[in-house]
């Protein structure tokens, strides 16, 4: 069950002393930009279309993690689970913006859509060009046909990726950065299980609720309800759920490729996680479709939640090749010549 | 009878007086939100109006407009999530409605809290019934409205206004929430009325004795 004891300080505080002892571990890829974000240590790239990730802090190592050569520029954090505000969002704006225009990206959420719409209209203002570009991969969240209602959770991975590499290895414009951000957005899905909720670090109270022996599928990053409460069952027959959910909203016959990220919610162990992506890539690889690529870890956390949420990215050619691009974050490092050594 | 009009210095103490009163009721305001939502709500409130004080405490200038807008643009820049984008829009949108004014009639301050409902309305898509600050605030405005359409007092207005915000916030307790954090939770959140809805009573209850 959820557990409220948490190694903190003061409750107010744990997104400025996150973010202090962040930049202290990361010093060789990222700089802190006032009290709430971070940039790639040579912010701003002249000439590049920056890219800037953000949203509420809570759910680490999102956003920050994303952040140095090849993916995201910038991060910005709101409170927990609370999106962030204009002017820390401008104020990190100015400092990744090479002149080339800046996208923010980031989940779909009333709070994000609000804050980083405000403040794309005052970078607007400045004289910066910006373009919102909200991803809404999670399909427990709303049908296909009201998919702009979908809220946006570990999925949003591949839209950093992509335009992250399509801006910095391919060095392509403003609008060919949309353009492939957004197509990225339209290939991923997400659906996921909880276990057990994580708790808010100020109130200790947690997310939502679930009895010892259950499971809940499409639950939200923050706890948004569901779509299927059932009993626990074993790894395998999950994973087929959430694999045949999304292959309901994304069909995929044989001979499509794709890029599957398995995603660990909090205090879900490895351990379940790769016996989770030894069925996923199974089911997969059983329909003819061939797994590219996996990424397995905690990418997008809700505290100590337990769960795990798998996002399936239908590659062609252009997103294949942008998301085998050079990457060096806190949290993502592909490193193609290395790789080529173990061959 | 002259006209009632609000100056800008009036305007100044009456923020002064809504951020005290949203200031002393962080507990009550977190208390409504640990039944609808994160537990929050308070402490952003607390953020944004100290933040209010703040900012409008070192306004030297006669713009009534310009005040508000401040003190609006205060509160978005410290309490941050969808609240602080509604709440500032509370008081900026009216303050770039008022923007070069220094003083404001009845009528003049209900169209320009007007505009306020109808950005909060657009910036989060939430209608009347949906369990939000809306249920409250669209009824204070109307009695706004109302009382200048009739040609009433100032004071009668805002008192007016700050019963119907508070029967559209109680109202909030029968309805299930559709928007925001709440809405997570569902039919869990019967019986309890709106953070949001109550606060929106807070401040039009401190303007009406204030003004």
């Known amino acids: 069950m959820a557990r409220a004891k948490k190694l903190i300080n003061d409750p107010l505080k744990v997104t400025v002393e996150e973010l202090e002892g962040f930049v202290k571990a990361y010093s060789y890829v990222v700089r802190k930009v006032g009290t709430h974000a971070v940039v790639r240590k040579d912010a701003p790239v002249k000439g590049k279309v920056a890219i800037l990730s953000g949203g509420g802090s809570g759910h680490e190592p999102l956003f920050i993690g994303y952040v140095g050569y090849g993916m995201c520029d910038g991060a910005v954090y709101g409170e927990v689970f609370a999106a962030p505000t204009p002017p820390n969002i401008l104020e990190v704006t100015r400092a990744i913006d090479g002149g080339a225009g800046v996208l923010y990206i980031y989940g779909n959420y009333a709070g994000d859509n609000m804050n980083f719409g405000l403040a794309a209209q005052m970078a607007q203002a400045e004289g910066i060009e910006v373009e919102t570009i909200p991803y809404w991969d999670d399909i427990s969240s709303a049908p296909p046909e009201r998919k702009t209602e979908r809220r946006g959770i570990a999925g949003g991975f591949y839209v950093y990726k992509c335009a992250g590499a399509a801006a910095e290895i391919w060095g392509a414009d403003f609008k060919e950065v949309k353009r492939i951000a957004e197509k990225a957005r339209e290939n991923v899905r997400s659906f996921g299980v909880a276990l057990a909720p994580g708790t808010i670090p100020a109130t200790g109270k947690p997310t939502f609720e679930l009895g010892e022996d259950e499971i809940y599928f499409g639950i939200g990053a923050h706890g948004e309800k569901g779509v299927l409460l059932t009993k626990i069952k074993p790894a395998d027959e999950v994973t087929e759920i959430i694999i045949n959910e999304i292959l309901k909203d994304l069909p995929l016959k044989s001979g499509d490729e794709v890029n599957v990220l398995v995603n660990g919610c909090g205090s879900t162990t490895l351990m379940e996680l790769y016996i989770v992506t030894r069925k996923a890539v199974q089911i997969l690889a059983d329909m003819g479709v061939e797994v590219h690529h996996v990424d397995v870890g905690n990418f997008l956390t809700t505290q100590e939640m337990a769960g795990v949420t798998i996002s399936i990215l239908k590659l062609d050619d252009e997103l294949k090749e942008l998301c085998d691009a050079p990457a060096y974050t806190p949290i993502v490092k592909i490193c193609p010549e290395l790789q080529s050594k173990l061959k | ?211």
């Open chain 2, 1 to 211: 009878m002259a006209e009632e009009k609000v100056s800008c210095k009036k305007m100044k103490e009456i923020l002064l007086s809504v951020s005290d009163v949203m200031i002393s009721k962080e507990g009550y305001l977190t208390d409504l939100d640990r039944a609808c939502g994160d537990g929050d709500f308070g402490v952003g409130m607390l953020r944004g109006f100290t933040n209010v004080k703040q900012q409008i405490s070192n306004y030297e200038g006669d713009d009534l407009g310009e005040l508000m807008t401040k003190a609006g643009f205060a509160i978005t820049a410290t309490v941050g999530g969808a609240s602080g984008a509604v709440f500032g829009a509370l008081f900026s949108s009216a303050g770039i409605k008022l923007k070069g004014k220094k003083e404001a009639n009845l009528m003049e301050l209900a169209e320009a809290f007007r505009e306020s409902l109808d950005m909060i309305m657009k910036l989060g898509g939430a209608k009347p019934g949906d369990k939000t600050m809306v249920d409250a605030l669209a009824p204070a405005i109307e009695a706004l409205e109302a009382v200048a359409k009739a040609g009433g007092s100032l004071k009668e207005a805002f008192e007016k206004a700050a019963e119907a915000a508070q029967k559209g916030a109680e109202a909030t307790k029968e309805m299930i929430a559709k928007k925001g954090k709440a809405s997570y939770l569902g039919e869990k959140t019967l019986g309890y009325p709106d953070p949001g809805a109550m606060a929106v009573a807070l401040i039009f209850k401190a303007i009406s004795e204030k003004i």
